[in-house]
T-cell receptor, first 116, second 115 residues
């Protein structure tokens, strides 16, 4: 399978705990994105990497959230001191840059977080 | 800031009939527009995009969409619906003028095709 891979697929944690999600993009894709989706809503942009550089970050994103892409390949999204409002599906997507920067995003199946 | 509106939570259509899923957008510059589909327990899948050029764009699975600048719309269409088209459809927009990669999604429209 050469698609976007996310792990774990499901995570249940207690409020106040830290959680980390991993995303492995399609191998030749240099762009990587994190989105969050709650029930009945569309995906909400969190952050974007081009290679290892984090170029965009949502202003709505709490400082409890941090993302890295240290070698320009896989990425991790960490949520510290989780709150019940963090319960959502966390989606990773990747794309390849082109001259017109209009490449479509390829999404993984997501990591579902439940905070008790 | 860019935004997308999908005015219908659900669209019901009989198999074999044409379908339309509506989308309107707002951006300060020129839009890049996308449609994605989400099947149960599956990731979002790209259907089609409008970047520039012909206002009618064709995509996967027989879907097409028409870009209308004056009405700021990008409705998704298919001439003959299949039961297997039943899924959640998302419209998304990016502002071409900003250089930012942030894609803004609508809230989604559930398409239900009955046999």
């Amino acid at each position: 399978d050469t698609g976007v891979s996310q792990n774990p697929r499901h995570k249940i944690t207690k409020r106040g705990q830290n959680v980390t999600f991993r995303c492995d993009p399609i191998s030749e894709h240099n762009r990587l994105y994190w989105y969050r989706q709650t029930l009945g809503q569309g995906p909400e942009f969190l952050t974007y990497f081009q290679n290892e550089a984090q170029l965009e970050k949502s202003r709505l994103l709490s400082d409890r959230f941090s993302a890295e892409r240290p070698k320009g390949s896989f990425s991790t999204l960490e949520i510290q001191r989780t709150e019940q409002g963090d319960s959502a599906m966390y989606l990773c997507a990747s794309s390849i840059s082109s001259g017109m920067n209009t490449g479509e995003l390829f999404f993984g199946e997501g990591s579902r977080l439940t905070v008790l | 800031a860019q935004s997308v509106a999908q005015p219908e939570d659900q669209v019901n259509v009989a198999e074999g009939n044409p379908l339309t899923v509506k989308c309107t957008y707002s951006v300060s510059g020129n839009p890049y527009l996308f449609w994605y589909v989400q099947y149960p327990n599956r990731g979002l899948q790209f259907l089609l995009k409008y970047i520039t050029g012909d206002n009618l764009v064709k995509g996967s699975y027989g879907f097409e969409a028409e870009f209308n600048k004056s009405q700021t719309s990008f409705h998704l269409k298919k001439p003959s619906a299949l039961v297997s088209d039943s899924a959640l459809y998302f419209c998304a927009v990016r502002d071409a003028g900003t250089g930012f990669q942030k894609l803004v999604f609508g809230t989604g429209t559930r398409l239900l095709v009955s046999p």
